[in-house]
């Protein structure tokens, strides 16, 4: 921090992508100040990834809770058991690791709410609750509706809805405590209307000592599905399973998906959710957030170190850093699967499903996941197409008419987004 006490980057916001962006920035010697209404506030939302694909933190390891293999249950008795690591993350723990990290490179923690910027040629003025503060660069990390951070209208968001309850059982689990149920798309306690229903599946992880996370989880939807609609076919689900229990918690949950990417001209640069950086065929975002973060802060603070340098071309470093042509493209793939998801009735979901996990461990991850490359990706799309039933590749094709096709092909031009 500059004796004016102004710092050369302000991080807006206190959940995992600015705490990320905050301590990778400072460790590179760049004075930081991070904003946020509450900044030690505990992070409200449960979080959880496949096994290696977080770097490693703290003493214990990155997750609270793991098993050693997945379900996936495609209707009926019909299940498919996927034997990759998957793990509930130790959120606490992430957190105060970040927040050390931020301590000792000496980020500091203002609490107020940003409400707007002024950008200058060698700086940016923030308006925030607690007065004007200014900075070289700012940083908006307040997450999948940013404050400061454009996106254009079009295409629009779907999203992801989830109505999730922790469960202190009175009875035994139906669910092996080795396993945690990734997804189950058994809708037959919704009645003989359940296939023109938009479809939902049932997520659950196995805590132990008698603790039950559920979660009935709409994959993506536009419009979303109501949470009241997925609070109903939880608990018709938790009656059919003979489930019962004192509620713990309750998890309300809604990730904006999809959309068009921001735009990388912006002086202000996004992290996290509001830089459109959730996947947007899965809705997980902190594999991403916390793979993500080094680079930001290298670009960043080659760019502020430099003799001379403007704040733009820092802006414009750290937004090419996360949007990269290879990850544009990959974006646009991403995309288009799920504009397929979003024409897909029930039936159709669970016969996606069951051509998708019917494909090698290397492929399935390969989308699911955030590395790889723009081949291996669509090399996996057209696995998952050979496989599918012609019913569900009618399905797979349907983006291209609307679109979609024109969009992944200007994301294969150069400079194209
Ligand atoms: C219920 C739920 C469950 C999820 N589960 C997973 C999961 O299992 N795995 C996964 O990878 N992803 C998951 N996600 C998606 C994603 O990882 C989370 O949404 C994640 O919290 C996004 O991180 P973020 O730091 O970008 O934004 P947020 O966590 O939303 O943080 C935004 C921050 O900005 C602050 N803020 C807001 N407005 C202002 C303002 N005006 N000025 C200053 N600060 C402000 C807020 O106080 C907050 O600290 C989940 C999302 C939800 C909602």
Not at 62 to 75: A, D, E, I, K, R
Not at 138 to 145: E, K, Q
Not at 399 to 406: D, F, K, M
């Amino acid at each position: 921090m500059s004796s004016s006490g102004r710092a050369d980057v302000l991080v807006l916001g206190s959940g995992p992508a600015a705490l990320a962006a905050a301590a990778h920035l400072g460790e590179e010697g760049i004075s930081v100040r991070l904003l946020a209404p509450d900044p030690e506030a505990p992070w409200p939302a449960e979080y959880a990834a496949w096994q290696g694909e977080l770097p490693p933190f703290g003493d214990g390891g990155p997750f609270s809770h793991s098993w050693p293999s997945v379900l996936v249950g495609l209707g009926g008795s019909e299940e498919v058991v996927l034997d990759r690591g998957y793990g509930r993350i130790d959120k606490a723990a992430l957190a105060e690791h970040l927040r050390a990290r931020c301590a000792r490179s000496g980020v500091t923690l203002t609490a107020a709410v940003a409400s707007g910027v002024r950008h200058h040629p060698a700086s940016s003025t923030l308006s925030t609750s607690a007065g004007e503060m200014s900075a070289a660069l700012v940083v908006d990390a307040t997450g999948h509706d940013p404050v400061l951070v454009r996106r254009p209208p079009h295409p629009p968001r779907a999203a992801q809805t989830a109505f999730g309850l922790t469960l202190e059982l009175d009875g035994p689990s139906p669910f092996a405590p080795d396993r945690a149920v990734l997804m189950d798309w058994d809708d037959a306690h919704l009645g003989p209307d359940a296939d023109h229903l938009p479809p939902s599946f049932l997520y659950a992880q196995p805590l132990g000592e008698g603790r039950l996370f559920v979660e009935e989880t709409s994959l993506v939807a536009r419009p979303p599905l109501p949470l009241p609609e997925l609070e109903r076919r939880l608990r018709l689900r938790l009656q059919a399973l003979g489930v019962r229990g004192r509620e713990m918690a309750v998890e309300r949950c809604v990730i904006p998906m999809g959309g068009a990417l921001p735009d990388p001209g912006q002086r202000v640069v996004g992290f996290g959710g509001a830089a459109g950086m959730v996947h947007p065929a899965t809705g997980y975002l902190l594999p991403r957030v916390l793979a993500g973060a080094p680079s930001l802060a290298r670009a960043v603070a080659g760019v502020l170190g430099a003799d001379d340098s403007l704040p733009s071309e820092a802006a414009r470093a750290g937004w090419q850093a996360l949007w990269p042509a290879d990850r544009r493209r990959r974006y646009a793939l991403f995309r288009y699967g799920m504009e397929a998801m979003l024409t897909m009735d029930a039936p159709g979901t669970r016969a996606f499903f069951r051509a998708f996990f019917s494909l090698p461990e290397s492929e399935w991850s390969a989308y699911l996941g955030d590395g790889g490359s723009t081949p291996r990706l669509l090399r996996t799309m057209l696995s998952a197409y050979r496989s599918a039933a012609p019913g569900v590749r009618g399905a797979l094709r349907a983006p291209l008419t609307a679109g979609e096709g024109a969009q992944i092909a200007r994301s294969f031009l150069p400079g194209g987004r």
